[in-house]
């Protein structure tokens, strides 16, 4: 790194004469002056607030680990004060100030050039003194900075280079006393010896630590657009950040790489196995300063997924966990806590990786034993599902073989399906009671891996095997055998089917195993949520009470939270669903971490809302680490709605073409899943998005596609499912009248959809309906008609935040939002809320248009064609008002959406324009 001399920092040493010296060698001026690297860097004005927080405060401590960009944050912080007029100095430690003597005189220093109101005799006091006192220095610095009229700033990096138990308290002598005048901040790797608990109980210490350092979603964007030519997509810098959880470093070596511009789906699943960039980073800033004890201790222990003192000690076979869990959480070496308290901890992904990397390289270490005996102390503690999961590792079984039945099951409640399967195919062939219940589990662990035709295949052979050996099962056994086979049919988009099997067995709730009372609840509930019967699906769940601990039931308590919460959804009362899904996720992520099934059943659903209500920073927030678990685990219902509302974010973000590469992603998950309830919801978004690009003809071909799809399914498919297929076919259809300004016939098949819809209580599905519907009608003339049908879903719009339902129709439904808003009464919810939208949608219309097709006037609305006519032969607004029978607003809002149709910037040139498209 190069070095950036302050600004008007004098380059005097300490003291004329002897003190110059610091055991005979001169003070290294470097130090003084912050490092600076090449090229801008990303101004993280969220930090840098926080930081300036210290003006008002004694201290500000900085503490992270290494690459999570302290030394960057400190030296926008120290420049901003400079460039401000403010008196700021920069100390950089190194190993030789391990030591009072070394330390004081460049404390003292840095601070010299601070305050020019210096007794004259301080500094000859100071050298005159002989051999240096450390409290004698400090006192007279004290005293003589207590006069100091304005502010000082110092600002002290690499704190944890200095370890000297004198040092520390010359330090925390200095904090106890420190003059009004004086601010100290602190950049650490590691967290200080100094006493800081009293300046938190007054208020005095900003603290910034590696959670607040790591880059947010949106940071990591604009450091990718200001580091790279060529941009990257926004799934790929969700995935970028996921991987590196914001760890600066890490996506700063990702984005040297050429890899990140060619493949960047490679690069990043590269990351996540770990890069030799990474590794050698991490050798020699991290790994090579540790002492040989703690390495060792890391590397046997990154077989762990969590660890805790008494865990790492059975790995191990050491007996001091504790002490090294105790020092690596203090030196910040890439370890965090699980709970709050501090029992549970994991290591960063990356290092874990890294230290994996290293295992395999040691043949001195065996690590199948390390597996052994983790899964020995699981099975002592009882957690079956770990204990799996590392006997697996080891190439063995479960320690305790009687507790096969426990390990499988523990795992099919924790959602842990992929370990599921293979552990129940590593067991050996049997039919006593507890290998039937796996085999079970099996058949649901492969429902729920989508694989349907192999879980019919498990079910099949094992009644054939209680057939050929006349088995009587248990009672709840025989249910549990039943509602799997439905779960199955379910979730391959048979409902009827799965109806007819699981209905009957409603009435056997309880059956003595709540894991299978829960199973029977939910699917009958699920296949009355796909039917659209949502009142009937919440009456089921009210034979299922909801278990108080997250870990009994995990799985089933995940899906009827998430079931439950789609009913509120479907039925408008976004409220309740949000308070369902986010209280179940929360408790369930405690258990099993961000990265679970959990968060790919419950978060796309939040994600939705969160669209809806104008959240759209949100989705990033919810759905960024979660993208492959939701590839791989989400059901349909979850699946779609993940991806529409990135695809609208991204429309959002002026970004098309990324909308249609996540919407064609997700319709190929569709295809291969054999969903064509999800393919049709899909392709109806993708004719939307078309349609607001402006290509009507690739939106009509997609129809072409949906005919198709709607054609080939008329008789080969689940009668539930073909009806909202056919719904979805219908929404495009008038879609695409309406683009064709045929708004008429968009408004006959629109009101019909709406009828369909309010029947069974769709109200999420309404709004959005209404406002089309409220939009065709408005083209074809029939404004009385369209203020009604908008007005008859206002209450939900106000009190339950339906907001894109609305702006996603765009700028079109301004004309129809002003006549509505006129209509009421000026200081009303309705009114006011109103207002927000059309300046939101205003705000948009004024950014930047795509190209529109050579003829843009083909993309005008019927009443739009007309306003420009009259434009042609010269009217005034009040005559096309009188006209065309509107107000003089409606006009104004008819020109502003011509203006941007036809990319023009005042009335001549759409005169022009109109005139020119006649000839």
């Not at 401000?84 to 003292?108: C, K, N, S, T």
């Not at 040691?362 to 770990?386: C, G, M, N, T, Y």
Request: hydrophobic share 40%.
């Amino acid at each position: 790194m190069k070095h950036l001399h302050p600004i008007d920092y004098p380059s005097a040493l300490l003291v004329s004469g002897k003190r110059q010296l610091v055991q005979g060698l001169p003070l290294i001026l470097t130090k003084f002056t912050p490092p600076r690297s090449a090229g801008e860097q990303l101004q993280r004005t969220r930090l840098l607030e926080q930081l300036d927080q210290v003006r008002g405060r004694r201290m500000a401590l900085v503490c992270a680990g290494a690459g999570f960009g302290k030394t960057t944050l400190l030296v926008h912080w120290y420049q901003t004060l400079i460039h401000q007029g403010e008196r700021v100095a920069w100390l950089a430690l190194d190993e030789d100030d391990d030591g009072v003597g070394h330390f004081i005189p460049y404390l003292l220093q840095a601070l010299r050039p601070l305050y020019q109101g210096w007794n004259a005799d301080f500094w000859s006091r100071i050298e005159e003194s002989g051999a240096l006192n450390p409290r004698r220095c400090l006192i007279e610095l004290i005293n003589q900075l207590h006069y100091c009229p304005h502010d000082l700033y110092l600002v002290i990096d690499d704190f944890h280079l200095v370890n000297d138990p004198g040092v520390q308290d010359a330090l925390s002598y200095l904090l106890k006393h420190m003059p009004a005048a004086l601010h100290l901040i602190i950049g650490s790797r590691s967290h200080t010896n100094l006493t800081l608990s009293w300046l938190l109980a007054q208020d005095q210490l900003i603290f910034i630590d590696d959670q607040d350092l790591r880059f947010t979603l949106e940071e990591t964007r604009c450091y990718l657009s200001q580091s790279i030519k060529v941009p990257v997509s926004g799934s790929d810098s969700r995935r970028l950040q996921s991987a590196t959880e914001g760890w600066i470093a890490g996506i700063k070596i990702a984005s040297l790489s050429p890899e990140l511009q060619l493949f960047p789906g490679k690069l990043i699943d590269n990351l996540r196995g770990g890069t030799r960039t990474i590794a050698r980073y991490l050798k020699e800033v991290v790994f090579d300063a540790l002492p040989e004890d703690v390495i060792d201790f890391l590397v046997r222990t990154s077989v762990l997924k969590r660890l805790n003192a008494r865990l790492c000690n059975a790995v191990t076979g050491r007996d001091d966990g504790q002490e090294i869990l105790a020092w690596i959480e203090q030196h910040n070496l890439f370890l965090s806590a699980l709970d709050e308290q501090g029992y549970w901890f994991r290591y960063h992904p990356l290092l874990e990786e890294c230290l994996s990397g290293q295992l395999i390289q040691l043949p001195d270490i065996d690590i199948k034993q390390l597996h052994e005996r983790a899964s020995q102390w699981f099975v002592e503690q009882q957690l079956w599902a770990e204990a799996v999961r590392h006997a697996l590792a080891a190439g063995k079984n479960v320690p305790e073989a009687r507790q096969d039945g426990a390990g499988a099951q523990s795992l099919a409640e924790e959602g842990d399906i992929d370990t599921l399967v293979r552990w129940v195919h590593h067991l050996p062939a049997s039919i006593d009671a507890s290998r039937i219940d796996i085999q079970i589990n099996l058949a649901w662990a492969l429902a729920h891996h989508f694989r349907f035709e192999e879980s019919r295949q498990v079910l099949d052979d094992l009644n054939q095997l209680l057939d050929h050996y006349c088995v009587k099962l248990p009672h709840s056994t025989g249910i549990k055998l039943q509602v799997v086979r439905g779960i199955c049919e379910a979730f391959a988009e048979n409902i009827s089917q799965s109806m007819a099997i699981v209905e009957p067995l409603l009435g056997d709730v309880p059956c003595g195993d709540t894991w299978v009372d829960g199973l029977v609840c939910n699917i009958l509930s699920y296949c009355y949520l796909v039917g659209q019967r949502y009142t009937e699906a919440l009456q089921v769940q009210q034979h299922m009470p909801q278990s108080d601990d997250p870990p009994d039931n995990l799985f089933v308590s995940v899906y009827r939270a998430f079931i439950i919460a789609q009913c509120h959804l479907c039925l408008g009362h976004l409220d309740e669903a949000v308070y369902c899904a986010s209280n179940e996720l929360n408790r369930a992520e405690r258990y099993t971490g961000p990265r679970s099934t959990s968060g790919a059943t419950l978060a796309p659903l939040l994600a939705e809302i969160a669209y809806e209500r104008g959240g759209i920073d949100d989705l990033d927030g919810l759905l960024a680490d979660k993208l492959e678990l939701i590839d791989r685990f989400s059901p349909p219902d979850a699946l779609g709605g993940c991806y529409i509302s990135l695809a609208r974010q991204a429309l959002y973000d002026d970004t098309p073409q990324e909308a249609e590469r996540l919407l064609e992603h997700a319709g190929r998950l569709a295809v291969s899943r054999k969903w064509p309830r999800l393919e049709a919801r899909l392709l109806a978004e993708q004719i939307r998005v078309r349609l607001q690009r402006g290509d009507q003809t690739g939106a009509e071909q997609l129809q072409q596609q949906f005919d198709r799809l709607a054609y080939s399914t008329a008789h080969n498919i689940d009668p539930v499912c073909r009806g909202r297929i056919v719904q979805y076919a219908v929404l495009s259809e008038s879609r695409l009248l309406i683009a064709q300004h045929e708004a008429p016939k968009a408004s006959r098949i629109l009101a019909t959809l709406v009828a369909e819809e309010e029947s069974c209580h769709h109200w999420f599905a309404v709004v959005r309906l209404r406002a089309i519907l409220g939009l065709a009608l408005w083209q074809s003339g029939e404004e009385s008609f369209a203020c009604v049908t908008l007005n008859a879903v206002l209450q939900r719009v106000v009190h339950q935040g339906f907001n894109r339902s609305l702006l996603d129709v765009g700028d079109a439904l301004i004309p129809l939002l002003v006549c509505l808003q006129n209509s009421l009464t000026v200081q009303s919810e309705e009114s006011m809320a109103l207002g927000r939208l059309l300046n939101a949608l205003s705000q948009a219309s004024d950014q930047p248009q795509h190209p529109e097709p050579p003829d843009a006037t083909l993309s005008l609305s019927e009443r739009e064609c007309q306003a420009l006519s009259l434009i042609s032969e010269g009217r005034s607004n009040k005559e096309i008002a009188r006209e065309l029978d509107i107000s003089t607003e409606t006009v104004k809002w008819h020109l502003k959406n011509i203006y941007a149709k036809l990319n023009v910037r005042s009335r001549t040139q759409a005169m022009n324009y109109a005139i020119k498209m006649r000839q």
